[in-house]
């Protein structure tokens, strides 16, 4: 499978974040703009280009202590400022897959796997 960071082309069409699962108890994190983890979505960092998104993931993925599975999710931003989820998949979900993954040793590229489902272009 291929690792985020090997992807020739991260293509976005909006506002995005970094999501993950934090490493000891699997809660759905966002990586922020101090380069640490928060579990509130309006902590995140928002990146808008492929050249942001490529530098905020690189930098997520090498952070695998505090956090596995780290990927690319659009949001969408509202008038009020708060910021949406537009993940094809709900982060509970997410983090009820990634648990299952991480219990059972194996790796999953979630970046492939939204391809595959036509949910994303990469």
């Not at 995140?44 to 280009?49: D, N």
């Not at 708060?82 to 009820?96: C, E, M, V, Y």
């Amino acid at each position: 499978m291929t690792s985020p960071l090997e992807q020739k082309k991260i293509r976005i069409t909006g506002p995005s974040v970094v999501t993950a699962n934090r490493t000891w108890d699997g809660v759905v994190i966002y990586r922020t703009a101090q380069q640490g983890w928060s579990a509130e979505l309006s902590d995140a960092a928002i990146v808008r280009t492929s050249d942001e998104a490529r530098a905020l993931l690189t930098e997520s993925v090498a952070d695998d202590v505090g956090a596995i599975g780290a990927y690319i999710a659009p949001v969408e931003i509202k008038d009020s400022g708060k910021i949406k989820t537009l993940d094809p998949l709900s982060p509970a979900l997410l983090a009820r897959i990634r648990a299952a993954v991480a219990s059972s040793l194996m790796k999953l590229d979630f970046a492939e796997l939204l391809e595959s489902q036509g949910l994303v272009e990469i």
